[in-house]
């Protein structure tokens, strides 16, 4: 059980006590739902049901919302324990546990939700206010520059609530316990999608690492904690921060860059009050936003194996005003060589830059990262009312060199008794879309605390429409985690039917598996429905949504008869796994 005093961490495999009271209120309704369908069974008979939605941006965000509305339709979304989400599916569930009764108002929540995304405007100043805001705490990151402008410019809601403030919600019974993942950035970068350790689980009670025991309340996530007692509460997350940090790999890093230098560059321009920006301006200020600029260009440039020809010479020539700096040399060297350097050794290279304009720029660097003391120009004049602006900009630039997200503190710092020991080592850790590792959440759901039954698995993904249960066998195979075989059966990526259900014997999970578009619902157009429902799409026309919605409702509506028969076959066969 959870420890009372909720200033402390839990280290234990056991479920919080939040969610153990949540889901036994929960089984209540679900007992009632299997009633109401027909099926029979007694109290220590209801299987547990899980729904997975998996990540893919805004299409994964409307897809989910169609595919509940025709669980609820079909009767079937009370029967449902736990809700699961990666990325885009977060953004949905989010939204809808805002409402502490979505289940029962679902139908007029699809309706608010959609006009919302395609009607509902986007004030970008207010995205700035908070992005400005943001970017004077020491532990900014792109997870912050992307709640401001990028979910909040496709959800066009910024939600100031925290995920805590969900707990009335989950804890009623009315809805599905909700369950959002994220992975430790650093755990997948060294050892890989399949090591357990690296993914992250958040509840409305707690948040944690999901296979090591290890958890803080949601209420003080970002907290400082040592030695295992927090120290300093963290100024609050909010839902938008959360979305963003559940929500961050929309794209690749080209398209990412591009979108990071256009937010910049506009928001420069409304500050500024002006169109456009001539280089040959004598302005400190716009030598200063140019700088900021040519330097993410440069970065795009390393990255993508564009040529940087232009990018330097534009670079140079503000910057040859001061012939002998350290910045004018280090960019000249930089062009000399580029060519014989690689695409790390460019990046390097980018940052190093980065760093000596900044110092040139008198922009000191603390000890955490943080800014300090007053941006100047090169003659030593302030920048005057846009300080803050290009102080935000070098920033965000900096993160974006060093490709920093979702930093936060870590609850384990100096914590005695966890293994493995790299948990209390980092003061800082840093979390990132699931999707990056496997983009639905199957390892928190298989937590085997959770003695699910049967996974129902909506696919949401760009791509192949089986990766994600490929990947996940594997990652089971690995940690010795009961799955079902899944090699049995014909997966043809290019032209998936509607329904796959895996079995496998009483001590592993059903899956029943669904792609979003299939052979079923889009004929022999999947391909076009593919392309233009885009992973990094931010925004779709209202008859897209509709078209969306209808292909999610599909899925479920022509399957109703296979997850009544699973359902049955598990209410039937008398089980319940043994822990």
């Known amino acids: 059980m959870a420890t009372k005093d909720e200033n402390e961490i839990r280290l234990s495999h056991a479920l919080s006590e939040g969610e153990i009271k949540a889901t036994q209120k929960r089984q209540e309704k679900v007992l009632m739902c299997l009633k109401d369908l027909g099926i029979h069974c007694d109290q220590n008979n209801v299987p547990n049901i899980v729904v997975l939605g998996s990540g893919g941006g805004l299409r994964a965000m409307i897809a989910l919302l169609g595919t509940l509305v025709e669980l609820k339709t079909q009767n079937f979304l009370d029967a449902v324990l736990y809700l699961c989400g990666v990325s885009g599916s977060t953004w949905c569930m989010s939204l809808l546990y805002e409402d502490t009764k979505w289940s029962e108002n679902l139908m007029s929540l699809e309706k608010e939700l959609c006009k919302n995304l395609s009607d509902f405007p986007w004030h970008f100043m207010k995205a700035e206010e908070y992005l400005q805001e943001s970017s004077r705490d020491e532990l900014y990151s792109l997870t912050d520059f992307w709640a401001s402008c990028l979910v909040y410019q496709i959800l066009k809601q910024f939600d100031e609530h925290e995920l805590a403030d969900h707990r009335e919600a989950s804890e009623t019974g009315i809805n599905p316990y909700p369950i959002y993942a994220a992975v430790d950035k650093e755990k997948l970068s060294e050892e890989g999608e399949n090591f357990p350790g690296t993914w992250f689980e958040f509840t409305p009670h707690e948040s944690g690492y999901t296979a090591l025991g290890a958890f803080v309340s949601t209420k003080y996530f970002g907290s400082e904690f040592e030695k295992g007692k927090m120290k300093k509460r963290a100024k609050k997350k909010p839902i938008c921060y959360m979305q963003a940090l559940w929500g961050s790999a929309l794209g690749s890093i080209e398209e990412n860059l591009k979108f990071i230098r256009e937010c910049l560059q506009r928001i420069f321009q ?215 075989k899944i090699e049995n059966q014909e997966m043809d990526e290019n032209h998936p039917s509607d329904c796959y259900i895996f079995r496998g014997d009483k001590s592993c999970p059903t899956v029943m598996h669904f792609p979003l578009f299939n052979s079923v619902n889009c004929s022999d157009k999947i391909e076009e429905y593919r392309k233009r429902f885009h992973t990094f799409s931010m925004f779709f026309p209202k008859e897209d949504i509709k078209d969306l919605l209808e292909k999610a409702r599909l899925n479920v509506y022509n399957n109703s008869g296979k997850i009544m028969d699973e359902i049955k076959r598990l209410v039937s066969s008398s089980h319940k796994k043994e822990f």
């Open 270 to 484: 409304l500050k500024e009050g002006i169109s456009s920006c001539a280089p040959e301006s004598n302005s400190d200020t716009v030598m200063a936003y140019q700088t900021a600029l040519l330097l993410l260009d440069l970065e795009f440039c390393a990255v993508s194996g564009n040529d940087p020809k232009e990018v330097f010479k534009k670079l140079l020539n503000i910057l040859s005003g001061k012939a002998k700096s350290a910045s004018y040399q280090l960019c000249t060297e930089m062009h000399n060589t580029w060519a014989m350097k690689t695409r790390e050794e460019r990046m390097e290279s980018c940052t190093e830059l980065d760093k000596e304009i900044e110092k040139e720029l008198r922009v000191h660097l603390g000890e955490e990262g943080t800014l300090e003391g007053e941006l100047q120009s090169s003659h030593g004049n302030s920048l005057g009312p846009l300080q803050d602006v290009i102080r935000m900009m070098f920033k965000t630039i900096g993160c974006v060199m060093t490709w920093k997200w979702g930093t936060t503190n870590n609850f384990l710092y100096k914590c005695s008794n966890i293994q493995p020991s790299y948990l209390v080592r980092n003061k800082i850790i840093s979390l990132i879309d699931a999707g990056l590792a496997i983009n639905s959440a199957y390892p928190l759901v298989l937590r085997a605390q959770r003695r699910t039954d049967l996974i129902i698995s909506f696919d949401f993904s760009s791509g192949d429409p089986f990766e994600t249960i490929k990947k996940t066998a594997t990652y089971c195979q690995k940690n010795s985690i009961p799955f079902p």
